[in-house]
């Protein structure tokens, strides 16, 4: 027999399992109106009405639902309402300056938008067939008993297309299938032990690769899903206490961000010996994972993937064969890529690239077959990341591709040169990532000036802000008189990164 694996599945467990059981507790504190608690069953009436909604504005399946969303309970919903009916999710990262925004709506042919309130400033650049405002047009989406058009199923279609940077200056559009966002959430759910009395706070942004899968691994066991719409230490604390918070998911900078909470907590340190972390986006440093262990008696596990693989391909989690080896020892080894997850083979190529085959890798990058072409090549995923495995652990060396992870974020240093080549007074210029504690690396600009021009580097921050998200903006603009380069003429980042990270074994941070 077979049948189809559908992201849906999850949601109907838990409403067949746990109807009555609080599923999501909506952010509070937002500038639309809160859902509050919602039960599983009640989860579920919000996907069918949307899916509902969705039939009655026409939008055909294999249609996309663009959202432009802090996190939010009706974003979670979405992930179902949405794509468990057979459109297509773009959810889109909230942080995008409005041209970004506009170009992914367009891109992606979006036939419905669904913004948060705070971001209504989109809609005066933002276009497509049916345009609402979350809290504004609740009833439009989300108040319909009519049952929304039965959808056969198909493991194969997209569910929800994921914009990253990458390396260029465009966004590209990461088709993730049914059966990839399915097999992600399981096999993530296995290897981070997730129960039935597990409560997630979700301090990572939902747009980000869905979350990781969370909201479908954990709405499958019937857990609780705690929405946080953005990131305090304080309130990571507070939530977490108030909750009986489990299992958080985050960016080396939300970790920072909770142990700098730490200093003004009042009383023990809620979670310890209950929560675990898992941190991806980059390896924060040994001394931080020392830390998150014995600072906030928290289990850090650290997982490595991409957009692209949905986005599990390694986990790294303490083992009984460390146990006796001292608690900078253990940190260092936790600090490591990982492991492959079930059903994820490694390799490295020639040049180190690290490649990988998983039931999780995408199916294509939309309307971009030459692209997907590239990053498929010889049946394997390239990542672009360079790295070394040892004793079945995979350890990230150097990204060989120009991307600069700040806080969890991709950012292209081409898109960023683009923009600082645009002012005037900039000759040339390079982008490169250098260590950062909180963010683990700095954007930072090197810059060779026109002759006889003069610019400061707040003019040239200010510059960027008008053209590129506040997180893709150079935290630093050092002036340089010319710039490494080969005989062909192409830019040497290596010998610009080389003062930056020479004191480091990795050339990532």
């Given at each position: 027999?077979?049948?189809d694996l559908n992201?849906?599945?999850f949601?109907e467990?838990?409403?067949?399992v746990?109807?009555?059981?609080?599923?999501?507790v909506?952010?509070?504190?937002?500038?639309?109106p809160?859902?509050g608690s919602?039960?599983y069953?009640?989860?579920?009436?919000?996907a069918?009405?949307?899916?509902?909604?969705?039939?009655?504005?026409?939008?055909?399946v294999?249609?996309?639902?663009?959202?432009?969303?802090?996190?939010?309970?009706?974003?979670?919903?979405?992930?179902?309402g949405?794509s468990?009916?057979?459109?297509?999710?773009v959810?889109?990262?909230f942080?995008?300056?409005?041209?970004?925004?506009?170009?992914?709506?367009?891109?992606?042919?979006?036939?419905v938008?669904?913004?948060?309130?705070?971001?209504k400033h989109?809609?005066?650049?933002v276009s497509?067939p049916?345009?609402y405002?979350?809290?504004?047009n609740?009833?439009e989406?989300?108040?319909t008993?009519?049952a929304?058009?039965?959808w056969?199923?198909?493991?194969?279609?997209?569910?929800?297309?994921?914009?990253?940077?990458?390396?260029?200056?465009?966004?590209?559009?990461v088709?993730l299938?049914?059966?990839?966002?399915?097999?992600?959430a399981?096999?993530?759910g296995?290897h981070?032990?997730?129960?039935?009395e597990?409560?997630?706070?979700?301090?990572l942004?939902?747009?980000h690769?869905?979350?990781?899968?969370?909201?479908?691994?954990?709405t499958?066991?019937?857990?609780k899903h705690i929405?946080?719409?953005?990131?305090?230490?304080?309130?990571?604390?507070?939530?977490?206490?108030a909750?009986?918070?489990?299992?958080?998911?985050?960016?080396?900078?939300?970790v920072?961000?909770a142990?700098?909470?730490t200093?003004?907590?009042?009383?023990?340190?809620?979670g310890?010996?209950?929560?675990?972390?898992v941190?991806a986006?980059?390896p924060?440093?040994?001394?931080?994972?020392?830390?998150v262990?014995?600072?906030?008696g928290?289990e850090?596990?650290?997982?490595?993937?991409?957009?692209?693989?949905?986005?599990?391909l390694?986990v790294n989690?303490?083992?009984?064969?460390?146990?006796?080896?001292?608690?900078?020892?253990?940190?260092?080894?936790?600090?490591?890529a990982?492991?492959?997850?079930?059903?994820v083979?490694?390799?490295?190529?020639?040049t180190?690239?690290v490649?990988?085959q998983?039931?999780?890798?995408?199916?294509?990058?939309?309307?971009?077959?030459e692209e997907?072409a590239?990053?498929?090549?010889?049946g394997?995923?390239?990542?672009g990341?360079?790295?070394?495995?040892?004793e079945?652990?995979?350890t990230?060396?150097?990204?060989?591709?120009d991307?600069?992870?700040?806080?969890?974020?991709?950012?292209?240093?081409?898109?960023?040169?683009?923009?600082?080549?645009?002012?005037?007074?900039?000759?040339?210029?390079a982008?490169?990532g250098?260590p950062?504690?909180?963010?683990?690396?700095?954007?930072?600009?090197?810059v060779v000036t026109?002759q006889?021009?003069?610019?400061?580097?707040?003019?040239?921050?200010?510059?960027?802000?008008?053209?590129?998200?506040?997180?893709?903006?150079?935290?630093?603009?050092d002036?340089?008189?010319?710039?490494p380069r080969?005989?062909?003429?192409k830019?040497?980042?290596?010998k610009?990164?080389?003062?930056?990270?020479?004191?480091r074994?990795r050339?990532v941070?």
């Amino acid at each position: 027999m077979f049948f189809d694996l559908n992201v849906l599945d999850f949601l109907e467990r838990a409403e067949t399992v746990y109807p009555e059981r609080i599923a999501v507790v909506d952010e509070p504190d937002q500038p639309g109106p809160s859902w509050g608690s919602l039960t599983y069953a009640e989860v579920a009436r919000l996907a069918r009405a949307q899916a509902a909604s969705l039939d009655a504005l026409g939008v055909p399946v294999g249609g996309r639902v663009a959202i432009v969303s802090h996190n939010a309970a009706r974003l979670l919903v979405s992930f179902f309402g949405v794509s468990g009916w057979g459109r297509v999710l773009v959810p889109v990262n909230f942080r995008l300056a409005p041209a970004e925004v506009r170009y992914i709506i367009e891109h992606s042919g979006a036939e419905v938008v669904i913004i948060d309130p705070e971001l209504k400033h989109l809609l005066d650049t933002v276009s497509a067939p049916h345009v609402y405002v979350i809290g504004e047009n609740d009833a439009e989406l989300f108040d319909t008993d009519a049952a929304p058009r039965p959808w056969s199923g198909d493991e194969a279609a997209t569910a929800t297309i994921n914009y990253t940077s990458g390396t260029t200056a465009r966004p590209k559009g990461v088709q993730l299938t049914h059966r990839n966002l399915w097999l992600n959430a399981v096999v993530f759910g296995l290897h981070a032990t997730l129960t039935a009395e597990d409560v997630l706070l979700h301090t990572l942004p939902m747009f980000h690769a869905n979350g990781w899968g969370m909201p479908y691994a954990v709405t499958g066991m019937g857990g609780k899903h705690i929405v946080l719409r953005k990131v305090d230490g304080g309130e990571i604390l507070r939530r977490i206490e108030a909750h009986g918070v489990t299992l958080l998911c985050a960016a080396p900078a939300v970790v920072t961000a909770a142990l700098d909470a730490t200093a003004a907590w009042d009383g023990e340190i809620p979670g310890r010996g209950r929560v675990r972390i898992v941190v991806a986006g980059a390896p924060p440093p040994t001394r931080t994972i020392q830390r998150v262990r014995e600072e906030l008696g928290w289990e850090f596990i650290q997982i490595y993937g991409l957009t692209e693989t949905a986005p599990l391909l390694t986990v790294n989690r303490m083992r009984p064969e460390w146990a006796e080896l001292d608690d900078y020892q253990q940190a260092r080894l936790l600090g490591r890529a990982g492991a492959p997850a079930i059903g994820v083979r490694l390799k490295l190529d020639e040049t180190g690239e690290v490649l990988a085959q998983s039931n999780h890798v995408l199916d294509g990058y939309w309307e971009n077959p030459e692209e997907t072409a590239r990053v498929q090549a010889g049946g394997w995923f390239h990542t672009g990341d360079g790295g070394s495995i040892s004793e079945g652990y995979l350890t990230i060396a150097d990204r060989k591709k120009d991307v600069i992870i700040t806080g969890g974020e991709n950012v292209s240093s081409i898109e960023v040169e683009d923009a600082l080549a645009s002012h005037p007074a900039v000759r040339e210029v390079a982008v490169i990532g250098i260590p950062d504690d909180k963010w683990g690396e700095s954007v930072t600009a090197l810059v060779v000036t026109e002759q006889g021009a003069e610019v400061s580097q707040e003019e040239l921050l200010d510059h960027c802000r008008h053209h590129l998200a506040g997180y893709k903006c150079p935290k630093r603009v050092d002036f340089l008189d010319a710039l490494p380069r080969t005989a062909t003429g192409k830019i040497q980042k290596f010998k610009l990164r080389q003062p930056y990270w020479e004191a480091r074994e990795r050339q990532v941070n």
